[in-house]
């Protein structure tokens, strides 16, 4: 069924890459990890092993588009990572993520997340959102940022 997909959702970072991913039915998003960035060569065996392991059939990339709608350094370091995910045999889609860090921030800000737990999750918590952004855009559903 076409709602049951298993997604595996990345924030790409120049740092790190936040996880998600949906639960066992591909409804509910999850956070799944925070990985360290190492480069390419290290990056994208560890992210397919992780798509592997849960099973997931697509990935959602999360693009930081410009306030202009143009892709800067971000959304090419991104598109690296889903271009390289790609090419190892992964269904890779994009979804802009303009603002899903900061209101991932806001969100633990709001259950009163300790500053260095924030730090821990924040990347898994704006994947999470990459990935529901993604899944509203394809259900015909608005989510304001």
Do not use: C, N
């Not at 076409?2 to 970072?13: C, P, S, Y």
């Not at 892709?71 to 889903?82: K, Y």
Request: no cysteine; aromatic share 4%; glycine share 10%.
């Amino acid at each position: 069924m076409e709602g049951t997909l298993k997604l595996l959702g990345l924030d790409v970072g120049t740092r790190t890459v936040g996880v998600a991913g949906t639960d066992a039915l591909g409804l509910a998003v999850h956070p799944v990890a925070t990985l360290a960035r190492k480069g390419l060569a290290t990056d994208l065996p560890a992210l397919a092993a992780i798509a592997t392991k849960r099973g997931a059939e697509m990935i959602v990339v999360g693009l930081p588009y410009e306030l202009d709608g143009s892709e800067g350094r971000s959304a090419r370091l991104a598109r690296q990572v889903g271009d390289g995910l790609a090419e190892l045999g992964w269904s890779v889609v994009y979804q802009d993520e303009r603002f899903t860090s900061v209101e991932a921030v806001a969100e633990l800000v709001a259950l009163d997340v300790s500053r260095a737990r924030r730090r821990e999750v924040v990347d898994q918590r704006a994947a999470v959102l990459i990935v529901e952004r993604w899944l509203d855009a394809r259900a015909g559903r608005f989510r304001p940022s």
